[in-house]
């Protein structure tokens, strides 16, 4: 299955209540971040072991693990979970920044060193989760 039909099952499998937020945000991330590499992960591991939600990801980055190997592994990452959506923003150095400069701006969200979840779109300042996003792809491998 291709990379657009499988972003498109993923999307089409939520419920109604989430669909249309996660497809505004597939949207709206992809012209923010226009020319970055997509990314569709299935939620699991070599072994086909469900090690995660599905996620949507962008953009690119160099991982490195303790032992020295390293993986190319996308830069945001969109998911749904049980309570609502979670946007992850990986590679940041500093796991106080997002935390600490828009846990008070974005609404009713939590917000940790590399994810905010939300239940609904309406819950947050849009605006202000696009910023995040877009600070959290400075300096990835490529756009």
């Known amino acids: 299955m291709d990379l657009n039909t499988q972003i498109k099952d993923f999307i089409e499998s939520q419920p109604q209540s ?11 991330i992809q012209k923010l971040l226009s020319g970055a590499k997509l990314w569709f992960f299935d939620g699991k591991d070599e072994n086909a072991k469900i090690v995660a939600n599905p996620q949507i990801g962008y953009g690119t980055q160099t991982m490195t693990y303790a032992d020295g190997k390293q993986k190319e592994f996308y830069q945001i990452g969109l998911s749904t979970n049980t309570t609502g959506i979670s946007v992850y923003i990986m ?14 701006l974005i609404g009713k969200a939590k917000v940790t060193g590399y994810c905010i979840k939300f239940k609904t779109l309406k819950d947050i300042n849009k ?17």
């Open 18 to 28: 989430k669909r249309r937020d996660v497809e505004i945000l597939h949207t709206e």
């Open 127 to 143: 605006d202000v989760l696009m910023k995040a996003i877009s600070l959290g792809m400075t300096g990835t491998d490529s756009r």
């Open 91 to 104: 590679g940041l150095e500093d796991k106080n920044y997002l935390p600490n400069v828009y846990g008070n």
